[in-house]
């Protein structure tokens, strides 16, 4: 028996994103018992992902929600995030089509201590796979509209081929039929 993996969904890569994110920061921290304050900014519509951060956050320290129990601040900042869907190609002559997604997390952050800044940057993080066209609305969250990305058009063209090379192929059958039935 053969295991297959299941695609990821998109909200699902966003969350792998910031888990990255997250760790790549924490590797500046200090990891002794100090508690840390999360502030998380972005978009309204990226409120849903404060969660996610500070799960993360709180796998790598100890993290409170109150400010003013903590000497360390992490002021984290989703800048944007990006779904694209690339042209869809054939995969082999009578294949399913597919396409490469590429999901992009854009943000900053700054760490405080004692109200003074320690560190700041920037970070980008990318995912890219490929994924069957025909199911992507089963990867995008109706909720979240950072989850979407315009969809390209099936090619015209290669959608002619295949039943032009059906009826070439029932055409020849049928001649080579009549031409050696009547011989």
């Not at 100890?62 to 690339?86: E, M, R």
């Not at 058009?153 to 020849?172: C, G, H, R």
């Amino acid at each position: 028996m053969v295991s297959v993996a299941q695609t990821k969904t998109n909200i699902e890569i966003i969350n792998s994103l910031i888990d990255s994110s997250i760790t790549d920061i924490s590797k500046d921290f200090v990891f002794e018992d100090v508690v840390y304050y999360l502030q998380f900014n972005g978009a309204p519509e990226h409120s849903i992902l404060k969660n996610q951060a500070l799960y993360s956050l709180s796998k790598k320290v100890n993290v409170t929600d109150n400010k003013t129990k903590s000497i360390k601040s992490l002021f984290y900042t989703v800048k944007n995030i990006s779904t694209i869907y690339l042209d869809p190609y054939k995969d082999g002559l009578f294949g399913s089509y597919k396409m490469e997604r590429q999901i992009s997390l854009l943000g900053n952050f700054l760490i405080y201590e004692n109200d003074a800044v320690v560190k700041g940057d920037e970070f980008l993080k990318t995912y890219r796979d490929t994924i069957d066209y025909d199911r992507v609305k089963e990867y995008e969250s109706i909720s979240f509209s950072f989850t979407h990305g315009r969809i390209p058009d099936e090619p015209f063209f290669a959608s002619l081929l295949e039943p032009a090379i059906a009826v070439a192929s029932i055409a020849a059958t049928v001649i080579l039929f009549f031409t050696v039935r009547s011989n």
